[in-house]
């Protein structure tokens, strides 16, 4: 995809409805999300709320310039609660079901850690459902590296699922 064609920006209020549509494709049709039912966009409003436009915990936006619609979005959402894993987050990426092989998630994981790199924020995981080729590929081009799987720890659609686990320094 070219450049000119995709702009990314933060997140509003007024992307929930396309953010919770993309999301709830996943929620309903993969592994890649382990809810397994699919949200309002009133549902989805606190999560929203949880990436402001500065700080660690971001949500941008990728959406065409000519169409205008979204395309996708890539967050960096608190790693675990407790005070001491602050300066970890948590990366995902997730596509329209048309933006896909396109650079898209590139070009949002390229801004987010853009935007990171003036965080204090030391590390970078991400927990990918396997197999998911795609979302191996886009992280290792971001330097992360495999650091453990765990096997069978998610139940959807009648079947157990292992998730891969990737770090990245920050």
């Known amino acids: 995809m070219e450049p000119g064609n995709v702009q990314v920006r933060p997140g509003t209020e007024g992307d929930l409805a396309a953010l919770t549509e993309i999301y709830n494709h996943y929620v309903r049709e993969t592994a890649i999300t382990f809810d397994t039912e699919p949200f309002t966009?009133?549902?989805r409003l606190p999560w929203l709320r949880s990436h402001p436009e500065d700080g660690p915990h971001r949500l941008l936006v990728a959406q065409a310039t000519k169409a205008g619609g979204i395309l996708g979005y890539a967050t960096s959402s608190a790693f675990r609660p407790k005070a001491a894993y602050a300066t970890s987050?948590?990366?995902?990426?997730?596509?329209?079901p048309t933006a896909g092989g396109r650079?898209?998630?590139t070009l949002l994981y390229e801004e987010l850690f853009r935007a990171l790199a003036g965080e204090?924020?030391?590390?970078?995981?991400?927990?990918?459902?396997?197999?998911n080729d795609a979302s191996v590929r886009l992280h290792a081009r971001f330097g992360f590296r495999h650091v453990g799987t765990y096997g069978e720890v998610g139940r959807k659609f009648g079947r157990y699922w292992d998730v891969a686990w990737y770090e990245k320094e920050l």
């Open 41 to 43: 966009p009133e549902q």
């Open 89 to 96: 987050v948590e990366v995902s990426v997730y596509l329209s």
């Open 103 to 105: 650079g898209v998630g």
């Open 120 to 131: 204090d924020v030391h590390r970078a995981y991400a927990g990918i459902a396997l197999p």
